[in-house]
T-cell receptor, first 114, second 113 residues
Framework: EPEVTQTPSHQVTQMGQEVILRCVPISNHLYFYWYRQILGQKVEFLVSFYNNEISEKSEIFDDQFSVERPDGSNFTLKIRSTKLEDSAMYFC????????????FGSGTRLTVV | GQNIDQPTEMTATEGAIVQINCTYQ??????LFWYQQHAGEAPTFLSYNVLDGLEEKGRFSSFLSRSKGYSYLLLKELQMKDSASYLCAVRSFRDTGFQKLVFGTGTRLLVSP
């Protein structure tokens, strides 16, 4: 079964440093998403991406965040200057169409900011 | 805005049946999803309802009433491995034409022997 792959699985970084979280969505999917989940809290929408541009972003997705699809396979989330409160599990997801009920989630990257 | 409510925690016994409720308020509704999430892992898809009624999938069933903004997930013949969080998520249209999934806080289910 096709998978969404995320790397790294764990990342520890110092406050103020830049981090890039990487995702390889399912190859024929067109819609890509980043979600985050702070420990013990709900899964929160960050951003959706279609046709090489952001289609929607949440209030959480401020100027410190950016997304990119640098080639035909990778989808990245960059946090420019990490804060302690950015510590969370970050999930990438993809779907084939908007009506496709199969949002497939990657296994996540646990980001710890110290 | 969107509001999705579900109980924080439930307990049940192995072999029993449990019903997890979800109520929601949203504009541009286009489907309700249930996901299972084990601690430290990604959400995995369980079920999807876009029309009113019951969808059955093995030991899991999900029901939707759009007029009441209400859904439930029914788990039968509970097994220990069903101990997990169950996430209710609503997909909604935006005026941009794009859709997104919005999750509730999740219900932590503990199955005991």
């Amino acid at each position: 079964e096709p998978e969404v792959t995320q790397t790294p699985s764990h990342q520890v970084t110092q406050m103020g440093q830049e981090v890039i979280l990487r995702c390889v969505p399912i190859s024929n999917h067109l819609y890509f998403y980043w979600y985050r989940q702070i420990l013990g809290q709900k899964v929160e929408f960050l951003v959706s991406f279609y046709n090489n541009e952001i289609s929607e972003k949440s209030e959480i997705f401020d100027d410190q965040f950016s997304v990119e699809r640098p080639d035909g396979s990778n989808f990245t989330l960059k946090i420019r200057s990490t804060k302690l409160e950015d510590s969370a599990m970050y999930f990438c997801a993809s779907s084939g169409t908007q009506d496709n009920y199969g949002y497939t989630f990657g296994s996540g990257t646990r980001l710890t900011v110290v | 805005g969107q509001n999705i409510d579900q109980p924080t925690e439930m307990t049940a016994t192995e072999g029993a049946i449990v019903q997890i409720n979800c109520t929601y308020q949203t504009s541009g509704f286009n489907g309700l999803f249930w996901y299972q999430q084990h601690a430290g892992e990604a959400p995995t898809f369980l079920s999807y309802n876009v029309l009113d009624g019951l969808e059955e999938k093995g030991r899991f069933s999900s029901f939707l009433s759009r007029s009441k903004g209400y859904s439930y997930l029914l788990l039968k013949e509970l097994q220990m491995k069903d101990s997990a969080s169950y996430l209710c998520a609503v997909r909604s249209f935006r005026d941009t034409g794009f859709q997104k999934l919005v999750f509730g806080t999740g219900t932590r289910l503990l199955v005991s022997p």
